[in-house]
Every structure is written in C-alpha cells, then in structure tokens.
C-alpha cells in the first residue's frame, strides 16, 4: 500500500497527470474500459446480490457514462480561469480562479451501487487531474474483482490503480498522508475516516446516510405519488442511500395511500432473479434487518427467505418515532408509515432526528412545498418525486450535518477534486499612494471615506 501510495506522489510530481492531453485521454481509455467489462460487471452483480441486468444498467451504467461524456464536453471549459470581478481597491487589475488538482486521493467505495459509487468520483479525479487509489467494498466481492482487473490493467498504477482491503486494512491505508479523501459509506465510518484525515490535516469528502424522509400532504396526488415512492423505496431492494427511507402522510389521506402503495407493489413482480428484484447483501444485513420488523404493525409483505437473502417489500403503518425501525437507517426494504395532522407537526418530527441525505415532499401546494424546503435542512430531494435528484449531473450530490461533507457530480465533481486557486493579475502602469508610508490622518480620512 504505501508503495502505491509513493508511487502515485511520484507520478503527481512529475506532472503527468495535468495537461488537458493527458485528462482527455485519461477519461477516453476509463470510457473504454468500462465498454470492454461492462459485460463481466453486470455478471458480478448478479453473483454479489443477484442485481438484474435492467437495474444494472440504469442505476449504475447509465449514470457513469453520462459523468464521462459530461465531463469529456466540459473539460475544455473548465480548465480555463474563470473570470471574477476586481474590486476598486485593486485597481487596476484583473482576477480570476484557476482550478488545481488536489493531488493523490483515496476513494473508498460501498457495497450498495458498488460499481458507480467507486468509479464515478473516480471520473472525477480524472477529469480534475489527480491520482487516485481506489478501494472497493468488500461486501461486493465479486464486482471488487472485476473492478480491480478493468483498471489495473488499463492505467499506470501511479495514475489510478485498485487496492483491495477489508476494514482493518482500510484503517492502514488511511494512515497514509492524502491529499483528500472520499469516502461513501456509514456515518459510524465516516467519523473514523474523518479522524484519521484530520492527523494530516487531510481534506475529506463524506458521503454518508441518514434517515430520509417523504412528506405526503393532502392534496398530493395519491396514485403518482405511490408509484413513484414505491419505485423508489424498492430499488436495489431498499439498498439505496437516497431512498425514501420512512414515510411522513396526513392523516386524512392515510388509507388511500396504503392502499395505493399495495395496489402498486401487487403490479410488480418482487421475486428474486435475473430481470426481477436483488437479494440482501449479505445475512448480516438480513438479520440486521428481519429485526426492525415488527409483525403487529406489517400491514403488506413481511415475508422472507433467510438462504436466499430475501425480504418482501414490507410496509408498516402505525409506527412511532419510539420503534426500532426508526432508531437506525433501515438500508432496506420496508416502509414505515407515521401520520401527521398539521405540517408544521411533520416538519417537527423530521427535526427530531439528524439532518438527512435527502428529504421528499408530495404536494400539489406551493405554499406546502415551499414551508418543507424552507424548514428542514437536508443533502439533496424532490418535489413530487424520488431518488432521481441525483441523476442530473448539474445539482451537487453531498449531504449536510450527519449526512455528510462535501459533494460532487458533474463540475460539483471536478470542484470536490480541485483547489479552486484565487489569482490577482497587476498591471504596472499604476499605484495608489494611500497604503504606502507617511501615514497620515488625511490619507485615513480618504481611506474611510471609501470603505466605510
Ligand atoms: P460498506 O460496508 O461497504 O462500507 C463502506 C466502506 O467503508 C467500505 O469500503 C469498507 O471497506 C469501509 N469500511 C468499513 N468499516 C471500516 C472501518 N472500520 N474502517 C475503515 N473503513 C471501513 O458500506 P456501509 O457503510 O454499510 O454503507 C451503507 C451506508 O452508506 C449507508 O448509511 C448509506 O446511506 C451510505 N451510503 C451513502 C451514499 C452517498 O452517496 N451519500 C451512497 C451509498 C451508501
């Protein structure tokens, strides 16, 4: 590990990694690779969990070859200085920041969209111009290998280069000195990680979890809005950072948002196997899992399978802030229903727990929406939606609070991986005598007169 490490300081060093030729062909060979495994990748995530090969595709593929296109457009763009405005006192002068890469980076990845939440931060790192180690999750094993092979054997391991560690070995590589860390995974994690960093005043990017809520007001259409839910709790098995993770619905519109939740899940076909719904990833999980569920309050699913991983999409209604499927992020798939009478009760009860990842709000009301984006803080969400916030490469993707720091996608991405240097440009031709010795009263006068 540390000679990887050193390796990579020494490729930085050298400058390799910082032209636009090399960034541009960095991404075109990554854009390749990725073609020629894509194949082998899908495979393991069928072993690892039994991922159907549509879900593959669309909740990983899809969204890293839109970052490499996204960032092989721009990169000209961002390369450039970007213009500021001069304040007077500079006059004259022009100003402008220049973007830098931060260095060698440590990537460390999770298990649940372990091929995009490993490799898009690694577009990223490219496209900005740094080195990087990445680090699989341990709990994908089989896509950690294929991973492993498709960029060990495409890049120079002083560019980018894959090391393999379980949690201890984790903590080894983080005593190394980084130039920035990026870490996805657990809040419990990213503590460690952040103390770790802070012994070289190392700077981090955290992106952690939480419990994040959907807020269903009355006048919400109830039809969309549980299809859109459901799609989104279900996906990936619940396994999914920004997943809704409990939902928040008035009381008024209680039943028929049940109803249409179960109407909705009856459409789809929640067994396991290629092109349906993936396993747990691991019986950890599982059990982990099995013991949030509360019988007396399952009012749809609640089945599950202990050799095969499997747990139905499960809802509950009648829960409390008090039950243990709302002491921890659930990471999994059941639905937890609490009701609410006024909004402002709704918001009060979000508030009791720490910030989330995202927050999602159904209304047909502005003024309702308006009131749940202006009184709660949260990473990222939607309006009348789910999950697909994250897809558009223009919106930061980061949390806040417990949720994380930090963010990235699109040029939030190449911001993440960069200094954003601030230069001013003098010209010579002019300067002010004010600043400059005797000091006097009268010079003062006209300094305040300006700046106060
Ligand atoms: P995980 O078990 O895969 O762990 C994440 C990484 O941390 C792995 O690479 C693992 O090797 C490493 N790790 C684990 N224990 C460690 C330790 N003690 N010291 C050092 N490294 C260690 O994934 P997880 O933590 O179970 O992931 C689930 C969590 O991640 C959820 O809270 C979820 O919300 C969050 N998450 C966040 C995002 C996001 O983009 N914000 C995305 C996915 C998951």
Known sequence: MSSLHAQQCAYFKDGLTLGYAARISALHQFDQALR?????????????????????FTTEFSMLYEEIRHAQRNLKKWMRPQRVRTNWINWPARSAILREPLG????????????????????????????????????APAVA?????????NFESGHLVVVQADAKQTQQLLTLRWDHIFYTGSTKVGQIVYEAAAKHLTPVTLELGGKSPAIITASANIPLTAKRLVWGKFLNAGQTCVAPDYVLVHESVREAFI???????KRHNYTLGQ???CQIINHRHFDRLIALLDPEKIVFGGQSDRDTRFIAPTIMAEVTLADAVMQEEIFGPILPLMTFDTLENAVTQVKALEKPLAAYVFSTLKKEYQKVLSDLSFGGGAVNDVVMHLSNPNLPFGGVGHSGIGAYHGTHGLDCFSHRKSVLYKKNWFEAPLKYPPLSHKKLNWI???MK
């Open 104 to 139: 060698v980076n440590l990537i460390i990845g999770a298990w649940n969209y372990p091929v995009l939440l490993l490799l898009q931060p690694a577009v990223s790192a490219l496209a900005a111009g740094n080195t990087a180690v990445l680090k699989p999750s341990e709990n």
């Open 145 to 153: 290998a294929v991973i492993e092979e498709m960029i060990n054997t």
């Open 275 to 277: 092109n349906h719904y």
């Open 259 to 265: 109803h249409a939740c179960i109407s909705e899940l």
């Open 36 to 56: 020629q495994y894509e194949e082998r990748l899908v495979a393991a995530l069928y072993q690892d969990f039994q991922k159907s090969a549509f879900e593959s």
């Open 448 to 450: 305040k007169k300006f």
